[in-house]
């Protein structure tokens, strides 16, 4: 007996539900601007976030956007919106599209797209002077991009 239910533990074992595979930026889908479906399928760590935002290497948000939330940021950007509220504005799905690339959501916005890896009009080759081959890596991975969004989820009026 016992080593029937050995047997079947190890069949079930072997036909567990798949991992979720991260989305790449080729294969985003956006529904008006927004995406509905998390890019890793795991939950974003909003501290995380917090970090990507305020790091120039990063995403550096704040380099445009003036956040109230994060009062020690030095000289906060005021050529994007304020992102205050940002979570009563717009939904997670919408957040994440605007992340991703907010042309999709907002045509001449000039945030760059921070998941992106191909279509670019002429991105440089680093000190160069010529255009990159694509396909370029994203600017953020994708655990990143819901990190953000995380973030930006806890920023309420």
């Known amino acids: 007996m016992a080593k029937r239910l050995w047997v079947a533990a190890a069949i ?3 036909h567990s539900a798949p991992a979720f595979a991260e989305i790449s930026p ?7 601007g927004a995406i509905e ?3 890793t399928g795991q939950a ?3 501290a995380s976030g917090a970090k990507v935002m305020t790091t120039a290497a990063l995403g550096n948000c704040v380099a445009c956007h003036v956040i109230d939330a994060m009062p020690d940021v030095e000289f906060p950007g005021n050529i994007g919106p304020p992102l205050d509220g940002a979570a009563d504005r717009w939904s997670e799905a919408q957040l994440r599209g605007i992340v991703v690339n907010a042309k999709m959501t907002f045509e001449g ?6 998941y992106k890896s191909a279509g670019y009009i002429r ?7 010529k255009a990159a081959q694509e396909p370029l890596p994203p600017i953020l991975t994708a655990q990143q991009v ?3 969004v995380a973030y930006l989820l806890t920023l309420k009026e």
């Open 123 to 129: 991105p440089g080759d680093t000190y160069t002077g």
């Open 12 to 14: 079930l074992a072997g």
């Open 44 to 46: 974003g760590d909003a």
């Open 37 to 39: 479906q998390s890019l």
């Open 26 to 32: 080729v294969d985003v889908t956006f529904a008006e």
């Open 146 to 148: 819901e990190d953000v």
């Open 109 to 114: 916005s000039f945030m760059p797209a921070f």
